[in-house]
């Protein structure tokens, strides 16, 4: 088990859910969809995280949707709002806070079908539409990104809510010192989009995808990591 040594305060001990919208200088979008997904429960479960006593997922503030800030790197501006929420990052019964471990494995939030698996900057998205539809026929999707997909994995695939369908890449060699860690996106497409225009040029594009945040639909507690992220690295 990895873990991290970060000088950082942790503002959400003893809270079982903390606002987001209370984050600094972060802008979340609330979305009324209410669907949760067993995706964390299954997470823990496929990577044996309860033997750690996983205790919720913890994010720095440029992990959340629609920040603005990069928690990699120089730490400065990223070119446009998040598009999704990236997972690094979890504190366990202890207190401590500890990172994914590259080949963590990585579970479908619910059941669906591939539609797309294409290149990110750490390695391939996969992309599932989910089939089902809201009141004016547009239809969820989720991407996973900085992934190694499954070897069986293919454009066409029916999986199901919980299955396996990658694990986290090795991150180690870019320059960045970045950490391994999963990005999920969530929105809805209208009916008509093909899926050749899901792609990382376009998504954050409100004609392509309307996004969610995706902490809305994992259902599970979470702590915010305010501040001192240039302590933030791999060990
Ligand atoms: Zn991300």
Redesign the pocket.
């Known amino acids: 088990m990895i873990f991290l040594f970060i000088c950082i305060f942790l503002v959400s001990d003893n809270v079982n859910k903390i606002k987001v919208g209370g984050a600094d200088n972060v802008n979340i979008t609330r979305t009324p969809f209410k669907k949760n997904s067993r995706f964390t429960e299954c997470l823990i479960q496929k990577n044996a995280l309860d033997q750690d006593g996983f205790h919720g997922w913890a994010f720095c503030i440029g ?1 959340l949707f629609q920040s603005t800030d990069k928690w990699w790197g120089d730490r400065k501006k990223r070119d446009r709002p ?5 997972l690094c990052l979890y504190k366990n019964q202890k207190g401590a806070i500890v990172r994914l471990e590259e080949k963590t494995k990585v579970p479908v939030i619910y059941d669906g079908m591939v539609v797309g698996i294409i290149d990110d900057f750490l390695g391939k998205s996969i992309i599932v539409d989910h089939l089902f539809a809201d009141g004016n026929n547009n239809r969820l999707f989720t991407i996973y ?2 992934t190694i997909p499954q070897d069986h994995l293919h454009v066409g695939k029916p999986v199901k809510q919980g299955d396996i369908i990658a694990t986290l890449g090795d991150s180690s060699s870019f320059k960045t010192n970045i950490l391994p ?1 999963l ?3 969530l929105g809805w497409a209208s009916k008509s989009i093909s899926y050749d225009r899901l792609d990382w040029k376009s998504m954050g594009d409100s004609n392509t995808l309307t996004l969610l945040d995706p902490l809305h639909i994992i259902d599970t507690r979470y702590f915010i990591l305010r501040s001192g992220l240039k302590t933030l690295n791999r060990v």
Not at 82 to 86: F, K, V
């Open positions: 992990m998040h598009e999704g929420l990236d990104g900085h860690h990005h999920i996106s």
